[in-house]
């Protein structure tokens, strides 16, 4: 696994077109009477809402220990060879907001939020973050995939040239015992399952650590520095990505009622 690199939430960098990009606030609501979710094959089924895989994502109370996994407060993860793992600090607070890990061409940007004990929240969050798609000119199908449900995104975004561009990405959600997990793949590994799969691996080897203080529903798990993340590559000063990290510019996380905010 390589050096951790650094990234800041800079939105005034151009997208890569390669990489999903969206730059949006996920408050808002879905037009009254549409389904949000475009392009659907008619011959859909809707899928079990339960997690088809049962070998993970685990909980921290399901292990017994980091396993050879890093230790990054909410979430640990598993290492694989030829992978590097970037950290997306918030430039104002420096707290970190996401994890992104990245092998060859393709990326998967890891968040765990607080849920509420009684019910998961991945049918609702799918459901916003297809209306915020839609809502730009893009298009998010609804498919099943190994964690259940998933959506299959093309996200608008714009090219150095002005040219609109239309970006893969992968939307992939667990709802776990009072946490959810987010998993957006970017990238080949968005179109392309072979390219998909060794992150996927990643995805259900990651621990999620709720912890038992009172957090509202879908309030960011904290996240922290790894203790041995050293050295650690700053961005450039352009902010642009260090050389070889490609930049994954998310769909953020949101909190309930009007503490919908994106991070800059």
Sequence with gaps: MGIFRRGSKDTSAEPDPVIATVDSDLGVEPDQ??????????????????????????????????????????????????????????????????VTAV????????????????????????????????SQGGTADQTSGPFGRELQARMPGQAPDGRTVFSPARFVGVDGPRWFLRAVLSGRAAIDEDAASALLDVVRATVVVRGDEAMAPRELLTLKLPDQASPVAQDDADGEPAQGAPSLADLNPFERGPEITEIH
Excluded: C, N
């Design 33 to 98: 009477g549409a389904d949000p979710v475009q392009g659907t094959d008619p011959g859909y089924e809707e899928p079990d809402s339960s997690p088809v895989d049962k070998h993970g994502p685990f909980d921290r109370a399901e292990v017994d220990g980091l396993d050879g996994r890093l230790d990054l407060g909410a979430l640990w993860v598993t290492g694989i060879e030829g992978m590097e793992l970037r950290l997306e600090v918030e430039q104002e607070s420096q707290s970190v907001v996401g």
């Design 103 to 134: 092998l060859g061409e393709s990326a998967v940007q890891l968040q765990a939020f607080a849920a509420p004990r009684s019910e998961g929240i991945w049918d609702d969050i799918r459901t916003e973050i297809a209306a915020s798609i839609t």
